[in-house]
């Protein structure tokens, strides 16, 4: 059963750009959509440039959060040209600027005419006010928790289940809130108009809830292991249960689902560490760090487990190049174990330079292995410890800019760079290769860090 070989080939840059800029290009007819059809045909009696401005950023505020579903419904093609690490990027930065354009447009309803300052009793407010008031309190929330969630010490499940719904009904009310003003939508067809748009969110919501997780639970998996390897990490081999399961880019992850239904919507994002072209099953390799990877140990054979997948713009499969170069810390080296194994198992001969930091020699996931692929690849492996042992005669300290100039080839400028790691060690080494005179544009990152 050939369940998962990797027939995706190489996506040309050009093309991924122009599907890039075709998404964007959808993303902002769907934020300028509601202000458009609004103001088409003949707009009601003005109400006074500041009213109309502060309703125009009412609009505009709520289509930016509207269209947050669609960024976060983890559309394979829409995410494919950017990566899901930057649409979350994305994601994040347009809530804040949503929330500025909603707080302005309150702010100036409120300036214009203080008296509007009753409508804050929720007592004695109409409902419009009150539906207002709840949703903004709601969107409130939602990016407190977000922007300080450590901080407050909500755990990451936890914020995940309030997040989603919360947004949910923060921008509901917002939809009532604008029907019970009903301003703009008087006439029939805007009315019409406006509800489509509104279904539109709605069945977002409903496909990414419902659809999906159906879906996933359609389509189940099973643990084949569950080994130990080197640096407390775990390697979990899954195969399709009563399907063909699908084929993934070496470099690229999933979402899994554990000892809960997909509708539970506690899942976690795991690189794919098997070859992309075998045909017996996946796996993924994962360290113990929190209250889900410290339980994968306790994993069985014949245990039903759900993916969501696969997902990711970092992999090699994405670009041509006389060479690559991977640069790796810590559990950071297991979208490059994929890629790795899939090139030995294609035969492919591009040199591969791999720059792998780790604390302990004893913690190296994957040093046998690495260290044996050495025979069926082009592969030069320069390992970095923090805490060398004696006699060690590698590098030590950390992946800096001497270390790189010391061991990367003199043709560094051609060639393609992966780099997953801690956060501070993946921005030193994006400056070091900067500085290096490597172009950004050949510099890929993987964050293992999404919130
Ligand atoms: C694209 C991607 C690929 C990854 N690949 C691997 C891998 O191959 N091997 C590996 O060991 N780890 C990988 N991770 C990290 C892994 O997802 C987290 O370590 C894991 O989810 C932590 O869960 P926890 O409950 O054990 O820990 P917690 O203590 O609950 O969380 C620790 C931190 O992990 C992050 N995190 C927790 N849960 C989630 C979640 N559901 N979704 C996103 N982030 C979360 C949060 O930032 C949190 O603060 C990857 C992460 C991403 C984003």
Redesign the pocket.
């Known amino acids: 059963m050939n369940i998962l070989a990797a027939t995706n080939g190489p996506v040309k840059p050009r093309t991924a750009l122009v599907q890039g800029m075709l998404w964007m290009a959808i993303y902002l007819a769907l934020v300028v959509a509601p202000l458009v059809v609004l103001l088409a045909g003949t707009p009601p009696a003005s109400r006074g440039f500041w009213r109309e401005l502060s309703a125009a950023l009412g609009y505009a505020g709520l289509a930016m959060m509207g269209v947050q579903f669609a960024l976060t419904a983890r559309f394979r093609r829409a995410a494919a040209p950017f990566g899901?690490?930057m649409l979350y990027y994305f994601h994040r930065t347009v809530s804040l600027m949503a929330a500025v354009i909603i707080a302005a447009h309150i702010i100036i309803l409120f300036s214009i005419d203080p008296r509007n300052l009753a409508l804050l009793n929720v007592l004695k407010a109409p409902w419009r006010a009150r539906a207002a008031i709840a949703a903004f309190t709601g969107l409130s929330v939602l990016l407190t928790a977000s922007l300080f969630r450590?901080q407050i010490g909500i755990?990451?499940?936890g914020w995940?289940r309030w997040h989603g719904m919360l947004a949910m009904a923060a921008v509901v009310l917002a939809l009532v809130h604008v029907e019970l003003v009903s301003h703009y939508i008087e006439t029939p067809w805007k009315r019409i108009l406006w509800t489509g748009y509104s279904i539109f969110w709605t069945g977002l919501l409903v496909h990414v809830r419902i659809v999906r997780p159906w879906s996933q639970l359609r389509h189940p998996y099973v643990v084949e292991s569950v080994l130990p390897e080197r640096g407390s990490?775990w390697t979990v081999s899954i195969r399709p249960e009563g399907h063909h399961g699908f084929t993934f880019q070496p470099g690229q992850?999933a979402w899994l689902t554990a000892w809960n239904s997909p509708f539970a919507v506690?899942?976690?994002?795991?690189?794919f560490?098997s070859s992309a072209k075998q045909n017996t099953g996946l796996a993924?390799?994962?360290?113990e760090?929190?209250?889900?990877?410290?339980r994968v140990r306790d994993m069985v054979p014949g245990q039903r487990v759900y993916l969501d997948g696969p997902y990711?713009a970092f992999t090699i499969d994405r670009y041509h190049a006389p060479g690559y170069v991977f640069i790796a810390g810590g559990?950071g080296i297991?979208?490059m174990m994929s890629m790795l194994r899939t090139l030995a198992d294609r035969s492919d001969r591009t040199p591969v330079h791999l720059f792998y930091a780790n604390k302990l020699w004893e913690d190296v996931t994957f040093r046998e292995e690495i260290d044996a692929l050495k025979t069926r690849l082009r592969l030069s492996v320069t390992h970095v410890l923090e805490a060398p042992p004696a006699g060690w005669a590698g590098e030590s300290g950390f992946v800096t800019r001497e270390v790189l100039d010391r061991r990367l080839p003199a043709e560094r400028r051609s060639l393609e760079y992966f780099v997953c790691g801690p956060d501070p060690m993946r921005e030193a080494v994006e400056k070091a290769l900067y500085r290096l005179g490597v172009p950004l544009t050949q510099v890929h990152a993987?964050?293992?860090?999404?919130?």
């Open positions: 899901i690490d450590r755990s990451y499940e995940r990490a992850f506690e899942e976690h994002p795991f690189s560490s993924f390799t994962i360290k760090l929190g209250d889900f990877t410290r990711g559990v297991t979208p993987e964050r293992f860090n999404l919130v």
